[in-house]
């Protein structure tokens, strides 16, 4: 996934010649989400982006899409609002140490949270005793950290090499323009027995399924987290372990949690893809026949958000 793919570029649009993961050169055109995120901030491009999906491994991404100096405009405008400190939440962080610990033990329990927004992982993080980074490119989210007291940073070089246990990247990966770039970094930061976690929409899930586009018009249903045009990548359960190999990871799991149905009707607003979106499981109940449905459900892969755990190969 190297810029060599880059065939036309301005500040506004660039345009890839060829697939991100497989090099393939054939696409099918996917029909634009009617929802977008930020879509005032981005009609500047003209009506120049577009979505594809490759012929030969199915990967789904946005091709043309915006420049990087588009996008960095936006990540540091009003419009997007997952950098304030109140996004996210206590419960979805607590569970996401739950999957951490899960796939555990961690001998220094050192967690880096790349692409850390307002820093609600680190806080859970902290507060459960790991030492814990944050990385993050944008000005707001390190504000927003430094005044709560985190460790946050915005030069990966501050960060020595095989130092963590743990790189936790929730809802970052398909934003990321260039994603072998972050993945030779975190393979680098990596202990050589540490795990990359990283969490994304899931283009396989039921929410995805039933919010696509042509549904979405007719149907008034909300396909917001699909977060056009900044998700650049739009990952399955396949292609997002099949990209993690190519850049020297080996899987560890790949699962599945969150319902996506509560938020399924459309509601006007919102104007970024706040990381509080990263919906846990419901609690569980005592019915039996519900944790049968729900086990089956995530393990069938349809749950809203995808979860890959990957060691440094």
Known sequence: MASTVIAERNTLVETLQMCPLCS????????????????????????????????????????????????????????????????????????????????GPYPAKRLL????????????????????????????????????????????????????????????????????????????????DGKLFIVVPNLAGLRARLSAPLLSKHFNVDERHRAFPIHLFYFAPDTLSRTLEKHGFRMAGVETFGLGMDEFINRPGGGGDSKGGTKAPLPKKKSGIRRILKKTFFEAHLGENLLAVARPA
């Open 24 to 103: 393939g050169t054939s696409f099918r055109t996917l029909r634009i989400p009617g929802h977008w995120i930020g879509g005032e901030f981005f009609r500047r491009t003209g009506g120049g982006l577009g979505l594809r999906r490759c012929q030969s491994c199915s990967l789904s991404f946005v091709n043309p899409r915006p420049a990087r100096e588009l996008l960095n405009a936006f990540y540091d405008s009003e419009n997007y609002v997952c950098h304030n400190a109140d996004s996210g939440n206590t419960k979805t962080a607590q569970f996401l140490l739950e999957c951490v610990t899960r796939y």
């Open 113 to 192: 949270d790349f692409g850390c927004g307002g820093g609600f992982l680190l806080r859970a993080a902290r507060d459960d005793k790991w030492e814990a980074v944050g990385y993050d490119v944008g000005r707001r989210a390190r504000s927003s950290c430094d005044a709560q007291g985190l460790h946050v940073t915005a030069d990966l070089g501050d960060l020595a090499s095989s130092s963590f246990d743990v790189v936790f990247l929730n809802h970052v990966f398909e934003h990321i323009s260039e994603p072998q770039s972050v993945l030779s970094e975190c393979r680098r930061v990596l202990r050589k």
